[in-house]
């Protein structure tokens, strides 16, 4: 790819083996891909990247999308049952989930029905609006299970946009932060990629990941342009998402 005189940079250059941790690629489950062919179709644009390795993490959320440990193991392989009829024998898939912190989240903590991401990371949300007011006794249950909690998008969440001392406080709670490959541009506004730049500055980001729902999605991260500087921001953050869950 080539960017006019060269000021910026294709971000989707270097995701080349990239293991992407945080997506709705499974069918008929949220949001994210409603069909087989949907899924299909977003694993053949991320083929074009040259990823191949995914953790599938849909939506577990009460009254909105209560999955389960089965629905979402089913759809998994349904998906891997399609990939073999169509010789996709390169793609590696696995599933997690991502769970929002509501009222129903410390019961599926105590009963075991939480999926996490390689056994010991748990990829948990919030409303973008306001704070859950069990968050922080949550995030204890989380530790107390033997997880590592994970917070998906942090720089989406706007009431915290003006609070960097938050951050640094969840940060010293022992929070792992994952952030949006398309927070870097203003797919979600112009506020998102200024506190994602932000947090990377800060040495707050531990993870990113596309968080890829549909077809369109993934086209703007393939046309996605960043500078130079948050290129050197992000690339060690590419490369420890890689190194811990490849």
Not at 54 to 82: D, K, R, W
Request: aromatic letters at 12%; zero cysteines.
């Amino acid at each position: 790819m080539f960017h006019f005189f060269g000021k910026k940079r294709f971000l989707a250059d270097y995701l080349e083996n990239f293991v992407d941790i945080h997506n709705h690629i499974l069918p008929g489950l949220d949001d994210g891909a409603q069909t087989m062919d949907d899924s299909l179709t977003i694993l053949k644009g991320f083929q074009e990247l040259g990823i191949k390795n995914f953790v599938a993490t849909p939506h577990i959320m009460q009254n909105y999308y209560p999955n389960t440990p089965e629905t979402i193991g089913n759809s998994l392989n349904q998906l891997q049952n399609e990939l073999l009829k169509n010789n996709w024998k390169d793609v590696y898939i696995e599933a997690a989930a991502e769970h929002m912190i509501d009222a129903n989240f410390e019961s599926l903590l105590e009963n075991k029905e939480v999926m996490p991401l390689r056994k010991n990371y748990l990829l948990v949300e919030m409303s973008y609006l306001q704070p859950p007011l069990n968050f922080e006794e949550a995030i204890a249950k989380v530790a107390s299970q033997g997880f590592f909690p994970i917070l998906a998008h942090p720089e989406r969440y706007g009431f915290l946009h003006h609070q960097i001392k938050k951050y640094a406080g969840y940060k010293e709670k022992g929070i792992l932060f994952q952030m949006n490959l398309l927070s870097l541009g203003n797919y979600y506004g112009n506020a998102v990629p200024k506190v994602a730049r932000k947090l990377l500055e800060e040495g707050f980001i531990d993870f990113v990941a596309s968080d890829v729902h549909n077809i369109q999605q993934l086209q703007t991260l393939k046309n996605l342009t960043v500078s130079k500087k948050t290129l050197e921001l992000v690339l060690p953050v590419i490369d420890k998402t890689i190194g811990h869950f490849y």
